[in-house]
DNA sequence: TACGCCTGTACGTGATAACGTACGCGCGTA
DNA sequence: TACGCGCGTACGTTATCACGTACAGGCGTA
C-alpha cells in the first residue's frame, strides 16, 4: 500500500466515522443498516483495511448516500480554478505571437483553453510547421478582437471578429494576423480520440 | 455477493474495458499505467472479482479519472430524457440570464463553446436542478467581465474577471451574479466518457 | 459496590483478492 | 508454412479481506 493509496483509504475511514457518528449509530447499529460486520467496519474507520468496491458500497449505502457520493467527500478536483494572476504565459518562440493558458495543467483536464495574441503581420507558425497535436485531437478558435486567417491542411480561411472556427488540429495548421490592427483569439483543445 | 452488488462490480468492470478499449490501450498497457496486475484487470472487467478501494482508485487513476468519476459514469440517473413538454425553451429561461452556443451544433463537436450572460441577480439556474450533463463530463468557464459564482455539488467558488474554473459537470452547479455589475462568461461543455 | 449492558477492538479462521507465471489463440511476416 | 509477437485468460500461491467470537473498558443502576 503507497502513500497515496494509504492515504486515501485512512481518509474515507475516517469520514465514515464522522458520518456515522453523526447520525448517532454505533458500529453494530451501522452495521445492521448496511449488511457489514462491525469488526469489519471498525477497521476501515480505523484504516487498518481497504475494503473490496462491493463492500464500500454497501457501507455508503448505510450511510445513506451513493459511493461516488462519499468518495467525493474527501476527493480534490472537481473542481479547480485558476485565479486571473496564475496564468501559464506560452514560449514566445514566434515573433508578435504570444500566448496565455488559461486552465490548469491537470490529468483531469479534457479541454485547454488558451488565448493568443497576434500583431499585424504576425503568425503562430509556418506553413511548413508539424501539427503539433495527438491523432484525433479537435481545436475550436473564437476570434475575440481584430482578424485572423486560418491555414489548416493548405487551405486558408478568414476569420472576423466574433468568428467562431472549429478542426481538426492534428492536421499542420497555423493562425496569421493579416493585420492592420492587433488580433486575439480564444483557442479549445480537446483531448483526441484515445482521451476520450 | 447479493444480486445488487454483482450488477455494480459487473457494471464498472465493462465500464473500465470500454474505456481501456477507447484510450487504445491493451490490458498490459493499463496494468503499467495504473501499477495494478494485468491478470487482476482483466477479472474485474469481467466482473469476476470485486476489487478494494486501494486498487479502484489506482485503475481509475490509470484511466485519468478519480474514482468517483468513474462511478458515477455507471450510476442510475446517467440517462436524462427531457419531454417535449418539459424542454426548457432558449436561450431564457431564467430572468437576467442569456447565452449563445458559439461553436456548430455537429456531430463531430466535442468541445461546445457558449458565451453566458447574467444581469446581477441573476443565476443560470437554482440548487434544485438536476445535473443537465452526461455522466463523465468537464466543463471549463472563463469570466470575460464581472463577478460570477459557482455552485457545484453545494460549494460555492467566487470567481473574478478572467478567473477560469473547471469542473465536473455531471455534478448539480449553476453560476449566480452577485453583482452589482452585469457579468459574461465563456463557457466550454466537453463530453462525457460513457462510451456504450 | 457489583452487575449488566453497550461499545470498540483483538484474534483466529475461511474466503477471496492480487500477483506472477504460463498457456492458448490469432495475426503478421519472412 | 512456420515462427514470433501481442493479447487475454487460466492457474497456483500468497496476502489480505471479512466474518464470528471473545475480550476489555466505561457507564448506569440496583
Known amino acids: 500500500m503507497s502513500d497515496v493509496d494509504a492515504t486515501s483509504v485512512a481518509a474515507i475511514g475516517g469520514r465514515v466515522r464522522a458520518l456515522r457518528e453523526a447520525m448517532g449509530l454505533s458500529l453494530r447499529d451501522l452495521a445492521e443498516r448496511c449488511g457489514v460486520s462491525a469488526p469489519m467496519l471498525s477497521q476501515v474507520e480505523r484504516g487498518e483495511t481497504s475494503p473490496t468496491l462491493q463492500v464500500a458500497t454497501r457501507i455508503a449505502a448505510g450511510l445513506d448516500l451513493r459511493l461516488s457520493q462519499l468518495l467525493r467527500l474527501d476527493e480534490d478536483g472537481a473542481v479547480t480554478i485558476v485565479r486571473a494572476g496564475e496564468r501559464r504565459q506560452g514560449p514566445t518562440t514566434v515573433k508578435g505571437h504570444s500566448y496565455e493558458v488559461l486552465t490548469a495543467p491537470l490529468p483531469g483536464q479534457r479541454a485547454e483553453l488558451s488565448r493568443h495574441v497576434l500583431a499585424p503581420g504576425a503568425a503562430t507558425g509556418g506553413p511548413g510547421d508539424p501539427p503539433m497535436h495527438e491523432p484525433g485531437s479537435r ?38 494576423n493579416p493585420g492592420p490592427g492587433e488580433a486575439t483569439f480564444l483557442g479549445v483543445v480537446s483531448a483526441g480520440l484515445r482521451r476520450s
Chains 1, 2 share one sequence.
Open 139 to 176: 481545436e475550436t478558435a473564437l476570434v475575440e478582437s481584430g482578424r485572423v486567417v486560418l491555414h489548416c491542411d493548405g487551405a486558408a480561411h478568414d476569420l472576423q471578429t466574433g468568428d467562431c472556427v472549429t478542426f481538426d488540429a492534428d492536421l499542420p495548421h497555423h493562425f496569421e
